[in-house]
C-alpha cells in the first residue's frame, strides 16, 4: 500500500457547479445532474485516477471546503447518454469502494489501528468516542 495526495486548483465555476449538482441531485433533474457529475470528475478525481495503478478500488478522500459538499460516490466518469438512464452511468461508485475521513492525521492513525489487529489490537494513545444529541427544534 501507499499515500499519494493530489492537489487541484479551482476554476472559477467550480462552486456553482457543486450547488447545480447537488440541486439536479435533489430535483432529478438528467440533465444538468450528468453534466456537473461528468465536470466535476474531471476536475477533482480523473487526475488521481489517471495515476492509479488499475487494480486499486478503495478510495480514501479528504475532503474541506466545498469539496465536504460532492457526493463522490455519484460522480461519473464517462458522459452520459441522452436518454435519461440513471442505471447505466458510470458512477465512481461502480469501480470504487470511496471512504471520507477528516485529516491525514486521523487516517494515519485509523491505519495504525487496524496493522494492529482492529478491535483486538492496542487502541491508539488518547483515543476517544463522542457522541452528540440532536434535538428537534
Same mark, same amino acid.
Given at each position: ?39 466535476? =470528475?474531471?476536475?477533482?478525481?480523473? +487526475? ?22 460532492? +457526493? ?6 464517462? +458522459? ?5 438512464? =440513471? ?14 475521513? =477528516? ?20 487502541? +491508539? ?13
Amino acid at each position: 500500500g501507499g499515500l499519494r495526495v493530489h492537489t487541484m486548483a479551482k476554476d472559477g465555476d467550480f462552486d456553482g457547479r457543486v450547488l447545480a449538482l447537488r440541486r439536479a441531485i435533489r430535483t432529478r433533474n438528467y440533465g444538468p445532474f450528468a453534466r456537473n457529475a461528468m465536470r466535476l =470528475y474531471i476536475n477533482t478525481l480523473r +487526475p488521481a485516477v489517471d495515476a492509479m495503478d488499475p487494480g486499486i478500488t478503495d478510495l480514501v478522500l479528504i475532503v474541506d471546503g466545498v469539496l465536504a459538499f460532492i +457526493p463522490f460516490e455519484a460522480l461519473i466518469s464517462r +458522459p452520459a447518454p441522452n436518454e435519461e438512464n =440513471y442505471t447505466d452511468l458510470e458512477y465512481v461508485l461502480k469501480r470504487f469502494n470511496v471512504r471520507y475521513t =477528516y485529516s491525514a492525521t486521523l487516517l494515519h492513525q485509523q491505519h495504525q489501528y487496524w496493522r494492529a489487529g482492529g478491535q483486538g489490537g492496542e487502541r +491508539p494513545a488518547n483515543s476517544f468516542l463522542a457522541f452528540a444529541p440532536v434535538f428537534g427544534g
